[in-house]
């Protein structure tokens, strides 16, 4: 069984389709992504997954549990972290502390314990703090974790949302277009960073992505949506040789530079 | 050497006029030793004040402790969660009233009074906030500012409360086995308060819980995302805060012997929440600066001759000139 599961789902924002009947699966431990051209309806159909809109109509599953109905903060609770396609962070807080808010889904100090100070309260402050420290390491921005966020560059501050979202030890990343605003050495390091995901932490990824030099590089499943319907799936090599993906890319002219363009 | 000097002068630009002096101070308090002297010195000090000072600096400053207590209740709100409120003073005014009847009407010991008093703040504020803290901040600034009328007016019309003429005689209570009578016994109760305040506020942000409201202050959909149930955590945001304010209404009660509506009007939460953003939203010695700023100025100004009658045109003034020229808060959160 997949570790999730898409079935139908459509939304709608008054008179518009963004999403329709969409159905998709994610394996577990793979890398998959969803792409499609500018307002194909990839952010609608990722909000729906990770909980801030509520689909029309439709079904997610993860591990057999559906998803639909639920507030993003109780998804985030089943280890499905997400990231955004522009960087959200909380920018007046530091490196560290922004880290540290990965770790709130798995930790449970109230109010209480943080008035007593009592000594399981200290032991989960120093898991939290040790938690985010080793996170920073795995991306690799240690030297930061005194920075207040909105002083840094963007691509740092990408980075940081990654290290804040593995924070929460995640089974599912979702990573809502996580190389835009990067430079062509920043995209080489996501894409090391990502298979580092599965390979060291065991974490399975869904992305979806704008960038087609990315995503053939580093996902073993693409799903093609274009005007919110799904047009192609299969392998990178599959997807790049559908005319329908082509199309929806380049237009109905069978053009040859474009074709390139694709690979 | 050179070019620190001129990086120090741009520096002190950006921060505009006393920022050069906030950061120095920042520097300085980066030492944890020499933090806890300032710290350990700023109470040695507060606690010798009333053996070099005349009853009446002594009362000024038990009313500007007392308007800290308030600041940091209202801070916690306002300050690390984000959220509007323009009527605070009805928070301490339930406080303050609970008190005064259950000594009055019921002849309970004061101590006594206090739970009854944190369990009456804790269920106003969940029939204020629970339905409300799911509009967005300037319509909740709306049904605050209601709020605070809604319990001053009510408390103006009731007998239990007294009506307008308030509750007087309110007998003062015992501590240790002493009667606590004069000023600088208050003086002494209201310190010790101060101090707990702080190390309340101190631990709560230094916690999973403090920090999840400064998310939801800074991104509310990054909060969610990251797994922090932002209705929830509000709620108890705001029933920290009210009950911070409770509490001190009761000491309040108690310290002046009677009380009225004319303490809870609304120019009192507008200046609970002034000392909060004017010395510096979330920041613990920001707002104990502004909360002290607002109680003692318009004091300092009393004895001068002209100026001593238009005192509250200035204060309005310098109020003016420190947002302008200090839109952060006077002691604002350091930025690295």
Redesign the interface.
């Known amino acids: 069984m997949a570790l999730m599961e898409v079935k139908d789902l459509s939304m709608r924002f008054g008179g518009i389709i963004a999403v329709d009947d969409l159905s998709f699966e994610v394996e577990e431990g793979s890398i998959t992504a969803l792409i499609g051209p500018n307002g194909a309806g990839k952010t609608s159909a990722f909000n729906c997954l990770t909980g801030f809109y509520r689909p029309t109509s439709g079904s997610i599953y993860y591990k057999g549990e559906p998803l639909v109905g639920l507030k993003p903060y109780q998804i985030t609770y089943k280890k499905v972290l997400r990231t955004f396609q522009n960087v959200r962070l909380f920018k007046n807080m530091t490196v560290l502390e922004n880290v540290k808010s990965g770790a709130h889904s798995i930790s449970s100090q109230f109010v209480l314990g943080a008035l007593l100070r009592t000594k399981a309260q200290r032991k989960e402050e120093k898991e939290i703090l040790e938690n985010a420290l080793s996170c920073l390491e795995f991306i690799g921005i240690s030297d930061l974790k005194d920075k207040v966020v909105k002083n840094l560059s963007y691509g740092n501050q990408r980075r940081v949302e990654w290290a804040r979202a593995l924070a929460a030890k995640p089974e599912l990343l979702l990573l809502d277009e996580p190389a835009a605003g990067l430079n062509a050495e920043e995209k080489e390091n996501l894409i090391d960073l990502i298979r580092r995901f599965r390979e060291e932490l065991g974490i399975t990824v869904f992305l979806i992505e704008h960038d087609m030099s990315l995503v053939m590089k580093v996902s073993e499943k693409i799903t093609v949506l274009n005007f919110g319907k799904k047009i192609a799936e299969g392998t990178p090599a599959e997807v790049q040789a559908n005319p329908l993906v082509i199309d929806a890319y380049l237009g109905t002219d069978d053009d040859k530079e474009g074709s390139a363009w694709l690979k | 050497m050179e070019k620190q000097k001129s990086k120090f002068i741009v520096n002190s630009k950006k921060l505009g006029f006393f920022g050069d002096v906030v950061e120095k101070c920042y520097v300085l308090l980066d030492n944890k030793k020499v933090k806890w002297m300032v710290f350990a010195a700023i109470l040695a000090l507060a606690i010798l004040f009333p053996l070099i000072s005349t009853n009446y600096w002594i009362s000024v400053m038990q009313n500007a402790m007392f308007f800290m207590l308030l600041a940091l209740g209202l801070n916690i709100i306002v300050g690390y969660t984000g959220i509007c409120n323009f009527g605070f003073a009805a928070h301490f005014a339930i406080g303050a009233y609970v008190t005064a009847i259950l000594i009055r009407t019921f002849e309970w010991n004061f101590w006594l009074t206090l739970p009854i008093s944190l369990v009456a703040s804790i269920i106003v504020a969940c029939i204020v906030a629970g339905p409300t803290l799911r509009l967005r901040s300037d319509y909740l600034a709306i049904v605050t500012l209601g709020f605070g009328e809604i319990v001053r007016i009510t408390a103006r019309n009731l007998q239990i409360t007294g009506a307008a003429s308030g509750l007087s005689g309110i007998s003062r209570p015992e501590l240790f086995g002493i009667h606590l009578t004069t000023i600088s016994h208050w003086y002494y109760v209201f310190l010790a308060l101060v101090v707990l305040y702080i190390i309340?506020s101190n631990?709560?942000k230094?916690?999973?819980?403090?920090?999840?409201l400064?998310?939801i202050r800074?991104?509310e959909?990054?909060?969610?995302?990251?797994?922090?149930?932002?209705a929830k955590f509000k709620l108890?945001a705001f029933i920290?805060g009210a009950v911070m304010g409770g509490l001190a209404g009761s000491f309040f009660t108690v310290r002046m012997g009677a009380i009225s509506p004319q303490s809870f009007q609304f120019i009192m939460s507008a200046n609970i929440l002034l000392a909060v953003v004017l010395g510096g939203m979330g920041k613990i010695p920001g707002v104990l600066i502004g909360a002290a700023f607002i109680a003692i100025f318009p004091e300092l100004f009393r004895d001068i001759p002209f100026i001593g009658t238009a005192r509250m045109l200035f204060f309005g003034i310098l109020l003016v000139v420190v947002m302008i020229k200090r839109p952060q808060g006077l002691w604002p959160?350091r930025?690295?």
């Open positions: 309340i631990r709560i230094n916690s999973r819980f403090g920090r999840a400064e998310y800074e991104d959909d990054a909060a969610m995302a990251m797994g922090v149930n932002t108890f920290v959160e930025r690295r």
